[in-house]
């Protein structure tokens, strides 16, 4: 059964570094997101991506995140000068349409010092 | 704006008894439906939805959930639980008209007891 994948594991980080999460979604899926989980509290959407663009973001989602589909196959998320608040569980979904239910990956553990 | 309670963070229950984990969402939209399972050390995994038609739906291991519109309300229930169901529960919605986000409960822990 084809699944999300999502690359590294675990991440761990220095406040101020860059980092890129990396996330190679369903084949046959057009719709990307990325969502986050801190430790104890909801998941939380970050980023809806269609057609080579954002198609919806969240307030959380600032100038200090972009996303990135640089090839046919993968979709990044980079999270420019880190902070320690950026700590989180990261998890790329995927969904054939908008309106079909969306697939998460394993999720991406980040841990920033 | 959209909001999922879960009113339960965690639920213990003996191995075969049954079980229901409750969701509650308020939406002036039509919604769609879903609940998610977590198991430890893994991602979200789709357990059932609700975009239309029948308001009972069900999974393949046993759970169902019933979208009560009225009560603004998806409880997630299964009548004979097993030590495998050990894991996190998350509701969430999606607005009907044209979201793309879910809006996630804030989970219900399931601990089976034998």
């Known amino acids: 059964e084809p699944e999300v994948t999502q690359t590294p594991s675990h991440q761990v980080t220095q406040m101020g570094q860059e980092v890129i999460l990396r996330c190679v979604p369903i084949?046959?899926?057009?719709?990307f997101y990325w969502y986050r989980q801190i430790l104890g509290q909801k998941v939380e959407f970050l980023v809806s991506?269609?057609?080579?663009?954002?198609?919806?973001k969240s307030e959380i989602f600032d100038d200090q995140f972009s996303v990135e589909r640089p090839d046919g196959s993968n979709f990044t998320l980079k999270i420019r000068s880190t902070k320690l608040e950026d700590s989180a569980m990261y998890f790329c979904?995927?969904?054939?349409?908008?309106?079909?239910?969306?697939?998460f990956g394993p999720g991406t553990r980040l841990t920033v010092t | 704006a959209q909001s999922v309670t879960q009113l339960d963070s965690q639920v213990p229950v003996f191995e075969e008894a049954p079980v229901e984990l409750r969701c509650n969402y308020s939406?002036?939209?039509?919604?769609?439906l879903f609940w998610y399972v977590q198991y430890p050390n893994q991602g979200l995994q789709l357990l059932l939805k609700?975009?239309?038609?029948?308001?009972l739906v069900k999974s393949i291991n046993g759970f169902e959930a019933e979208f009560n519109k009225s009560q603004t309300s998806f409880h997630l229930r299964k009548p004979s639980v097993h030590i495998s169901d050990t894991a996190e529960y998350f509701c969430?919605?999606?607005?009907?008209?044209?979201?793309?986000?879910?809006?996630f409960g804030q989970g219900t822990r399931l601990t089976i007891n034998p």
């Open positions: 991506f269609y057609n080579n663009e954002i198609s919806e």
């Open positions: 084949s046959n899926h057009l719709y």
């Open positions: 939406s002036s939209v039509s919604v769609y």
């Open positions: 979904a995927s969904s054939v349409e908008n309106t079909y239910e969306q697939y």
């Open positions: 969430a919605v999606r607005e009907g008209q044209g979201a793309q986000k879910l809006v």
């Open positions: 609700y975009l239309s038609g029948s308001t």
